[in-house]
């Protein structure tokens, strides 16, 4: 299992970005997909799981980040809006098979206020 997350980057206050996490040796829409995130001297942080469709989100980000797969791509995605500074984090994608956690590299989002 291989996890490629990508799409980090630097974003102002209120702006809207994309990450991407392109999967191998899984099929993401029949696998729960998970994002996390950590930010510096934090502990790493559940922001957004899928599962056949269904999705689930803590209230720090409810209404405005969303999960979402494309099954043909074989990718999870996490759209990022409105984002704020306390959303600064090294954002990882995840999943877990037979018991095992796969992380993918993580990618750096950091908002300017």
């Keep these: 299992v291989q996890l490629q997350a990508s799409g980090g980057g630097l974003v102002q206050t209120g702006g809207s970005l994309r990450l991407s996490c ?3 040796g ?9 994002w996390y995130r950590q930010a510096p001297g934090k502990q790493r ?3 957004a799981t ?13 209404g ?3 999960i979402s797969t494309d099954n043909a791509k074989n990718t999870v995605y996490l ?13 990882h994608c995840n999943t877990a098979v037979l018991g095992r956690d ?9 908002v300017s206020s």
Excluded: C, H
């Design 22 to 24: 392109a999967a191998s």
């Design 26 to 34: 899984i099929v993401v829409g029949v696998r729960t997909m998970g």
């Design 45 to 47: 942080e559940l922001v």
């Design 50 to 62: 899928i599962a056949r469709g269904v999705t689930i989100y803590p209230q720090s980000v409810r």
């Design 64 to 66: 405005r980040f969303a």
């Design 79 to 91: 759209q990022m809006n409105n984002v704020k500074p306390e959303d600064t984090a090294v954002y």
């Design 102 to 110: 796969y992380w993918g590299q993580g990618t750096l989002v950091t």
